[in-house]
């Protein structure tokens, strides 16, 4: 007897817990939706800042501010995160952000340059300056050098 009411209580909470769990799932798509917009919103604005000549540095924060304002999502969206939807709003509508795919590169840069910081000052050839002393086949240091 004991153990049908043991039962009983659990499929009741069970059944109290399913429309919530329904809700939640109803909106993830949402959500995802609200992400790619805030992305093609982000990449709108960079692409547009860049090419009407405007540097980098002001096109990324007016498409940051953007995106972080406009992501549906309970958490801060992290600046790579933001790097990445723009890059791929660009790659997945590349006519919609007529030669937007040069500027790109940029988004990456200051990632590129923190690891390689990081690689060289555990490198075992590198100088306390943070410079490696090897060189390449050309004669000069070998930038991309694993």
């Known amino acids: 007897m004991r153990l049908s009411l043991s039962l009983n209580g659990r499929l009741l909470r069970l059944a ?3 429309p919530l769990a329904a809700l939640g799932w109803s909106a993830l798509p ?3 939706l609200a992400g790619n917009e805030a992305g093609a919103k982000g990449a709108q604005i960079y692409c547009f800042m860049r ?3 405007n540097n980098h540095e002001v096109s990324w924060k007016a498409a940051y501010a ?5 992501s549906a999502s309970v958490f801060k969206t992290s600046p790579e995160h933001a790097a990445v939807m723009i890059t791929e709003a660009v790659v997945a509508d590349p006519g919609k952000y007529n030669d937007c795919g040069r500027y790109l590169g940029d988004l990456y840069v200051k990632a590129v340059d923190t690891n390689e910081e990081k690689n060289q000052s555990t490198h075992p050839d590198s100088t306390s300056s943070g410079i490696t002393s090897g060189t390449g086949a050309s004669g000069s240091s070998n930038r991309y050098a694993y």
Do not use: H, N, P
């Open 51 to 53: 090419s009407s000549g």
């Open 30 to 32: 949402t959500a995802a």
């Open 16 to 18: 109290a817990a399913l």
């Open 66 to 70: 953007v995106i972080k304002r406009q």
